[in-house]
Nanobody, 114 residues
Framework: QVQLVESGGGLVQAGESLRLSCATS????????MGWHRQAPGKQRELVAR???????HYADSVKGRFTISQDNNFNTIYLQMDNLKPEDTGVYYCNTPQGWYPWGQGTQVTVSS
């Protein structure tokens, strides 16, 4: 069965960095695009970054230039490097396909204080 396990969140101050990881299993990693989604308090989940099978990436305007998505095909893992964090980046971060095809994991909480 498909499992998505996110980790690496925490409480940081504005301007600091975090690196999130998502360990995946139960499906063929690589051919499908994958993404990081964020759910801020009181808001709908939004896609903030995605990576395609050819390595191309795309970012939401709100994180462009600060976040970097990458993947390690050998370890079926997806990463999100988040630099220059802002309070508005606060939320629970999930990995999944951009369309959310797979069961959602538990997410990892990111809290950015001003």
């Amino acid at each position: 069965q498909v499992q998505l396990v996110e980790s690496g969140g925490g409480l940081v101050q504005a301007g600091e960095s975090l690196r999130l990881s998502c360990a995946t299993s139960g499906f063929r990693f690589g051919p499908s695009a994958m993404g990081w989604h964020r759910q801020a308090p009181g808001k709908q989940r939004e896609l903030v970054a995605r990576i395609f099978s050819d390595g191309a990436t795309h970012y939401a305007d709100s994180v462009k230039g600060r976040f970097t998505i990458s993947q390690d095909n050998n370890f079926n893992t997806i990463y999100l490097q988040m630099d220059n964090l802002k309070p508005e980046d606060t939320g629970v971060y999930y990995c999944n396909t951009p369309q959310g095809w797979y069961p959602w994991g538990q997410g990892t909480q990111v809290t950015v204080s001003s």
